[in-house]
């Protein structure tokens, strides 16, 4: 069964400051990852979906990377702003049983 | 506007009395999926659809039915709810399991 690990659960920086949010998980087959970020009391927004034969995608300031060997993807920040405090969350897409696991999230909270 | 719609997006109900959760989006998406949201365990899958008349188990499928008689929509059922069904529940689409998934905004249960 797979197993979706974010770490850490909340992180606090200070506007300006670049950042990495972790994602790993057990099983490496899968078909995809994909990074969403959830606000207080709202749905899913997506971020940036990483198929299993990329390495990396990039929209604007973030960039998510996957090692689908290591069983890991990080999602990159630049230059935080407080807009994007938010819950940071990824899923993946998995290969033999078509199910989708989340992992439990980040909490970000960028300080102006 | 390509959306996912969720009604009803709050309901206060007790226990035992069957309830619908309807979802339903104007994307033609042929995967469609319901999850839901606690704290401390994040979303887990309660059911998916791969295609009309295609549904299938997630993680979490005790106590919920699901029918996909129609490509847009994915009612959810609680046919005898309970306390422990309290959460907050999304439904989510995309073209295919490997594409983007796009979630609605929710609908936030309490079983009494």
């Known amino acids: 069964k797979q197993e979706v690990t974010q770490i850490p659960a909340a992180l606090s920086v200070p506007e300006g400051e670049n950042l990495v949010l972790n994602c790993s998980f057990t099983d490496s087959a899968i078909y995809n990852l994909q990074w969403f970020r959830q606000d207080p009391g709202k749905g899913l927004t997506s971020l940036l979906l990483?198929?299993?034969?990329?390495r990396e995608q990039t929209s604007g300031r973030l960039n998510a990377s996957l090692d689908k060997s290591s069983g890991r993807s990080t999602l990159y920040i630049a230059a935080s702003q407080p807009g994007d405090s938010a819950t940071y969350l990824c899923?993946?897409?998995?290969?033999?049983?078509?199910?989708?696991?989340f992992g439990t999230g980040t909490k970000l909270q960028v300080i102006p | 506007e390509a959306q996912v719609t969720q009604n009803p997006r709050y309901l206060i109900t007790v226990t035992g009395k069957k309830l619908t959760v309807t979802c339903s989006q104007n994307?033609?998406?042929?995967?469609m999926s319901w999850y839901r949201q606690d704290p401390g365990l994040g979303l887990r899958q309660i059911y998916y659809s791969m295609n009309v008349e295609v549904t299938d188990k997630g993680d979490v499928p005790e106590g919920y039915k699901v029918s996909r008689k129609e490509k847009r929509n994915f009612p959810l059922i609680l046919e005898s709810p309970s306390p422990n069904q309290t959460s907050l529940y999304f439904c989510a689409s995309s073209l295919v399991l490997t594409d983007t998934q796009y979630f609605g905004p929710g609908t936030r249960l309490t079983v009494l």
């Open positions: 994307m033609n998406h042929e995967y």
């Open positions: 899923a993946v897409g998995n290969r033999g049983y078509q199910k989708v696991t």
């Open positions: 990483i198929q299993s034969s990329q």
